[in-house]
């Protein structure tokens, strides 16, 4: 069993930007895939970002690419989320999930994730 915690999210104005973090309580974060979601009221969660277990692999939503950034520190068991020139429809609860592979890839599919945090809400007013 993995928990993550997120934390990092709030309330930010247009253009602004917020660092989400999720930790990770495994002695093996190095062997998961960490992806970021979003899920918005009345929508379905989508991924945002994910990242292989090494860091060296990334993607993007093409709604996020060249505005969020993932990355991960797996001495400290934390994956991040840094959201620049944030747009109102960024507005969602945040969730970062882990998925134990052995392949160094993403993992970009709600369905292939066993673990998830419990959110972070990221508000971010025009």
């Known amino acids: 069993q993995v928990q993550l915690v997120e934390s990092g999210g709030g309330l930010v104005q247009a253009g602004g930007s917020l660092r989400l973090s999720c930790a990770a309580s495994t002695r093996t974060f190095s062997s998961y895939a960490m992806g970021w979601f979003r899920q918005a009221p009345g929508k379905e969660r989508n991924v945002v970002a994910a990242i292989s277990k090494s860091g060296s692999r990334t993607y993007y939503a093409d709604s996020v690419k060249g505005r969020f950034t993932i990355s991960r520190d797996n001495a400290k068991n934390t994956v991040y989320l840094q959201m620049d020139s944030l747009k109102p429809e960024d507005t969602a609860v945040y969730y970062c999930?882990?998925?134990?592979?052995?392949?160094?890839?993403?993992?970009?599919?709600?369905?292939?994730?066993?673990?998830w945090g419990q959110g972070t809400q990221v508000t971010v007013s025009s």
């Open positions: 999930a882990a998925a134990q592979i052995g392949v160094d890839t993403m993992v970009v599919a709600v369905y292939e994730y066993p673990y």
